[in-house]
């Protein structure tokens, strides 16, 4: 649905950023969101036809081996046919979903996702 997964560190604080402002799983979220959260490492090259959402600062953080360096994406979606898909490589933590910025995010991409 994008990327294959490639490993991840150990869970930290790190800091996001959106791609694109106005998707509504982006539109509310600050320029440098900051959060804790266990981080995916993906492949490259990532699927071209995605349209990348949030992106994560390796700098602000240890991605280990894996790490991606100065692009890499955390967030994405893509019209398939007739439909879309979103995906997001938050949420591992249960505090993610206590989390008004994360839940938000989430919805944003399940109402776009549906077409609300």
């Known amino acids: ?66 790490a991606m360096g100065s692009h890499h994406p955390m967030a994405w979606c893509k019209e398939v046919g007739k439909g879309r898909m979103f995906y997001t490589a938050g949420g591992h933590t249960k505090e993610s979903f206590s989390e008004d910025l994360f839940v938000r995010h989430l919805l944003g991409g399940i109402r776009w996702v549906v077409g609300k």
């Not at 349209?51 to 953080?61: A, V």
Request: no cysteine.
């Open 1 to 66: 649905i994008g990327g294959t997964f490639n490993g991840h560190p150990a869970i930290q604080e790190a800091v996001l950023r959106p791609a694109v402002t106005d998707h509504p799983s982006t539109v509310h979220l600050p320029r440098n969101w900051k959060r804790r959260d266990e981080w995916y490492n993906f492949r490259k090259p990532m699927q071209r036809d995605i349209e990348i959402l949030l992106t994560i600062d390796e700098t602000t953080y240890d991605a280990g081996k894996s």
